[in-house]
């Protein structure tokens, strides 16, 4: 398996702009997540899914923020509209049992202009 | 709520020597505990876990042993090589859900 994959690795776009992160997830893994990195804050969980479904978004900083996963293999990070603040490290992982290991992508490094 | 705390880093040690990386946790019920790694560059990677109080973990010479009674899972390696610079995070899944609360990493530079 190739691993968690992240799309794109690195986005530098403008404030106002919308942003969109992809993630495929290691094949039957049950479990989703999103996480943001920065010097500031640390890592932060955004959102996480489990079978597709989103369990708790309680970390979702605002409604600017968006996540879906549409499908096992397949999810989505969207930020409307960006803003410079937004700037880090996005993470996705999946993991397979409650309580197992998370298996992390390599990240998507966002700077909002 | 459940919380993790690390030692503050950078930690700057020279190839050969002892590491600990302290790390203390607060938690309903008994979580589990782990140790990530992330290398320059990279997303987090595992290096190793406990499930229950008095295990230990042990990974590519790292051990961490989890202790109840002090609410810890301190990092130890014996003799660290510079390959082992990177950043460590303590985390604890509590709930069964699959959840991790992240410490807020510390840094390891090790020289030659």
């Known amino acids: 398996d190739a691993g968690v994959i992240q799309s794109p690795r690195h986005e530098v776009t403008e404030m106002g702009q919308e942003v969109t992160l992809r993630c495929k997830p290691i094949s039957g893994h049950d479990y989703l997540f999103w996480y943001r990195q920065t010097m500031m804050r640390g890592l932060e969980l955004l959102i996480y899914f489990n079978n597709n479904v989103p369990i708790d978004d309680s970390g979702m900083p605002e409604d600017r923020f968006s996540a879906k996963m549409p499908n096992a293999s397949f999810s989505t990070l969207k930020i409307q509209p960006s803003e410079p603040r937004d700037s880090a490290v996005y993470f996705c992982?999946?993991?397979?049992?409650?309580?197992?290991?998370?298996?992390f992508g390599p990240g998507t490094r966002l700077t909002v202009l | 709520g459940d919380s993790v705390t690390q030692m503050e880093g950078p930690v700057t040690l020279s190839e050969e020597a002892f590491l600990t990386i302290n790390c203390t946790y607060t938690?309903?019920?008994?979580?589990?505990l782990f140790w990530y790694v992330q290398y320059p560059g990279e997303g987090l990677q595992l290096l190793l876990k406990?499930?229950?109080?008095?295990d230990k973990g042990s990974n590519k010479g790292f051990e961490a042993t989890y202790r109840k009674e002090t609410t810890s899972f301190h990092l130890e390696k014996g003799s660290v090589q510079v390959s082992d610079s990177a950043v460590y995070f303590c985390a604890l899944e509590a709930g069964g859900y699959n959840k991790l609360i992240f410490g807020a990493g510390t840094r390891l530079a090790v020289h030659p």
């Open positions: 938690a309903t019920g008994y979580p589990s």
């Open positions: 406990a499930t229950k109080a008095d």
């Open positions: 992982a999946s993991g397979g049992l409650a309580g197992d290991e998370q298996f």
